[in-house]
């Protein structure tokens, strides 16, 4: 689906008649919908008509997905006797569609912004919930990326030819030169703008049959999607400083693309990155949903966390039909109604009804600071933002992490303007203060530079960034070894206070030296000790390790300690450093106070802060966010201290 709200955009009558005019209403009895027959002219002009028929007859038809794009570039076509406008885009694919008419490949087909009447709000509303009927009923789901450029052609060809190339396996010579075609060539369908719509999600996995469209080359779904994440997959953890890449790989992205080099290669191989996870994102949900299952509304709501839609309603409508029956008979479709009423409505049927709550701490629960939006400061903290929600959010490592499983469910106020959730209260926070990290990529990128003059000179590396990770490792040491009282309110859970390796620390629990390179295990295994060389000196560099003069050493220290750095540096941003009054030192958002609460939730594979409120209707909490409290995120320990008393499964009233 296109989209459902400014569709009055994508189809405007040109005489200036209202919209209304097209169309004779739908009955709700048999679930009509009207579907489109594209005539077979050759005019410049596309002409169509369309008629009434009820998906309780089982018709035959097949349905386009694909975006809208910029409404403000139009093109007229005939419809239904009327002259009217549509996007430049929708017309292109009329021209396609039209070709496979000719071919007969193609009878009846629906598509969104033609077959509903977006002016009318009641029957927009009635028509949604149908989506996902009309995606699974159709016979062919067409998926138009747009009318494709020069090297398309080129790319559904060298995707074809990786298709056979066995996974599991070093690929020879000859298939690695063609794996890095492949994913060279795919980077203009990673960056295509159909892969972030919401809607787009449910019309590919619903889909019986989806054949890929753009331009005049058309493939399987099921191939190309394996087939780009096999390229990706092969090529994307290159080290972009071997032979192999220099010789094979820049050239092609330089002749496909300029903005791969110069002052925007990193600016677009963000991009890059991000365009590649979405069409992985959309392999996992095609080749592995199980319709007859569905999805929780949670795991739904994250895997689409960086998708885009023109209305924030349908940031929770456009995935429905991918969600389990127990969760999507509770939420009510309604496009009257406020965005943060929608997402309440949604999240009340998550922390009520479902079991993966641990990907609630995915989300930022974080106040809006928008003027606009002050009035929406009302709705709780249970309830994130999903119109500024992406996937930056979801910095913290989770994989592994062990789930606090004890507890009731969650239960929801009439008003549903609490939520009231089990958990445990770890400690409350004694210090906090922002992390203050604020370095560009190019601060970051001369830890490197800086490092090997070190090397040169005999000295330690002279960074800010350097002497600040070296700092807050100092710190840390100092509070984990400070003495708790045996009466200390908080001395039951002293014993889980540890120190782990900073490196893990600084990136919110993830293991970064996989992304390190060389990526061998051996050089891998040494990054302690290059850790240990940078800032576990004296004020010069220790002898002992300073004899090491091997430049391959060097080139690995200087490399490992900067991939860190970057981690750590992003992760940080917007972060404050916590300590407990237990002695537990962590990182939390950076609207942590003194006096905010650790509590381990039922359900959830991380502590969240929560902010207490002293109230005439008694105590309640808000959410702040997740955080990463050392020595705290295996819940296994946790739980032994709960069962022996130590510690108290308590009710938490959270607004």
Request: aromatic share 8%.
């Amino acid at each position: 689906m296109a989209g459902t709200t400014n569709a009055k955009h994508e189809v405007a009558e040109a005489s200036g008649q209202p919209a209304a005019s097209l169309y004779k209403p739908l009955t709700r009895a048999g679930r009509e919908i009207r579907v489109i027959s594209i005539h077979e002219d050759d005019n410049d002009t596309v002409s169509c008509s369309m008629k009434h028929v009820l998906l309780a007859d089982r018709p035959e038809f097949d349905a386009l997905s694909y975006t809208w794009g910029d409404p403000t570039i139009t093109r007229p076509i005939v419809f239904n006797g009327h002259k009217v406008n549509v996007t430049q885009n929708l017309d292109a694919a009329l021209h396609r569609l039209r070709s496979m008419k000719r071919q007969g490949k193609l009878k009846f087909i629906w598509i969104d912004a033609l077959c509903i009447n977006q002016t009318d709000l009641d029957e927009k509303s009635h028509q949604v919930p149908l989506m996902s009927e009309i995606y699974s009923s159709a016979g062919t789901v067409f998926a138009w990326l747009g009318p494709g450029s020069p090297s398309t052609g080129l790319c559904f060809e060298a995707l074809r030819e990786i298709r056979d190339i066995p996974k599991h396996q070093t690929p020879s010579e000859g298939d690695l030169r063609k794996l890095i075609r492949a994913y060279v060539l795919a980077t203009s369908i990673a960056l295509n703008p159909y892969w972030s719509r919401i809607w787009i999600v449910q019309e590919l996995v619903l889909a019986r049959r989806l054949i890929v469209v753009c331009g005049e080359s058309a493939e399987d779904i099921e191939n190309f999607l394996r087939s780009i994440v096999r390229a990706w997959d092969a090529v994307g953890d290159m080290d972009p400083r071997s032979e192999t890449w220099k010789q094979e790989v820049e050239p092609l992205k330089s002749w496909l693309d300029p903005r791969h080099c110069g002052d925007d290669a990193v600016v677009f191989d963000v991009e890059l990155w991000d365009g590649y996870q979405r069409v992985k994102s959309w392999a996992y949900l095609s080749l592995g949903h199980s319709r007859a299952e569905g999805l929780e509304l949670v795991t739904a709501l994250f895997l689409m966390i960086n998708h885009a839609a023109t209305n924030p309603l349908d940031k929770v409508y456009g995935l429905l039909g991918l969600v389990k029956n127990s969760s999507r008979q509770l939420v009510t479709i309604d496009y009257r109604i406020h965005p943060m009423e929608a997402f309440r409505n949604a999240f009340s049927v998550i922390w009520t009804c479902e079991d993966t709550l641990e990907i609630l701490a995915e989300f930022d629960y974080s106040p809006s600071t928008d003027v606009k939006q002050k009035h929406e400061k009302d709705y709780p903290s249970w309830v994130p933002d999903l119109r500024r929600q992406h996937l930056g959010n979801s910095d913290w490592d989770v994989d592994g992490a062990s789930i606090w499983t004890r507890g009731e469910r969650a239960t929801v106020s009439p008003d549903k303007k609490y939520i009231t959730s089990h958990g445990i209260l770890v400690d409350v926070v004694h210090l906090c203060g922002p992390t203050n990290v604020v370095y560009s990529h190019e601060q970051i990128h001369r830890v490197r530079q800086t490092i090997l003059q070190a090397y040169e000179t005999g000295t330690r590396p002279d960074h800010d960034f350097l002497r600040f990770i070296g700092a807050v490792h100092r710190i840390r040491q100092v509070a984990v070894d400070e003495p708790l009282e045996d009466d200390h309110p908080r001395a039951p859970v002293k014993h889980l206070r540890s120190i782990e390796p900073p490196w893990t620390f600084l990136s919110g629990g993830r293991d970064i030296t996989v992304k390190m390179s060389p990526t061998s295990a051996s050089s891998v295994e040494r990054f302690p000790e290059a850790w240990s060389e940078i800032f576990l000196g004296t004020d010069e560099m220790p002898r002992q390790l300073m004899k090491n003069t091997d430049p391959a050493w060097r080139e690995f220290v200087a490399d490992s300690i900067y991939s860190f750095c970057h981690e750590a540096n992003t992760f940080l941003e917007n972060k404050a450093f916590a300590v407990t009054k237990a002695g537990f030192v962590g990182i939390a958002p950076s609207i942590t106070k003194k006096g905010d609460m650790a509590v381990v939730l039922a359900r959830f594979a991380q502590p969240m802060i929560l902010r207490p409120h002293d109230e005439d209707d008694g105590r309640h909490y808000t959410i702040v966010g997740r955080s990463h409290l050392s020595g705290v995120m295996d819940f296994s320990k946790l739980q032994r201290f709960a069962d022996a008393g130590m510690l108290g499964d308590k009710a938490f009233k959270i607004g």
